[in-house]
């Protein structure tokens, strides 16, 4: 079973970025797609993206698209998640999570939180106006 542990969080001013960070050890990375998610206080987790094993395709929330931008470097065991234009709204706990893979491609089933196999604790990130 592949352990996460998520950084980069903490508290920033609207229209800022931020770049999460969520390094993995255990199993072989490779084998796993990876995907982000965030969780306010009071809200249900929502997908926000995830990246296939070699890191070739990805799947955006289409919320999210356009904003986030989720990337992977195998050679370092890490997931990343870069945010853009932060607003309040995009104040959460963020959590990576892992899901063996054997394909490429990517569906919606990436977006559901109980498909994934292994979560991190997660990163706080808070936006003040």
């Known amino acids: 079973q592949v352990q996460l542990v998520e950084s980069g969080g903490g508290l920033m001013q609207a229209g800022g970025s931020l770049t999460l960070s969520c390094a993995a050890s255990?199993?072989?990375?490779?084998?796993?797609?990876m995907g982000w998610f965030r969780q306010a206080p009071g809200k249900e987790r929502t997908f926000i993206a995830a990246?296939?094993?070699?890191?070739?395709?990805?799947y955006y929330s289409e919320s999210m698209k356009g904003r986030f931008t989720i990337s992977r470097d195998n050679a370092k065991n890490t997931v990343y998640l870069q945010m853009n234009d932060l607003e309040p709204e995009d104040t959460a706990v963020y959590h990576c999570?892992?899901?063996?893979?054997?394909?490429?491609?990517?569906?919606?089933?990436?977006?559901?939180?109980?498909?994934?196999?292994?979560w991190g604790q997660g990163t706080q990130v808070t936006v003040s106006s």
């Open positions: 999570a892992a899901r063996i893979s054997r394909l490429e491609r990517l569906t919606h089933i990436y977006a559901s939180a109980q498909n994934y196999d292994a």
């Open positions: 255990g199993r072989t990375f490779s084998s796993y797609a």
């Open positions: 990246i296939s094993r070699s890191g070739g395709n990805t």
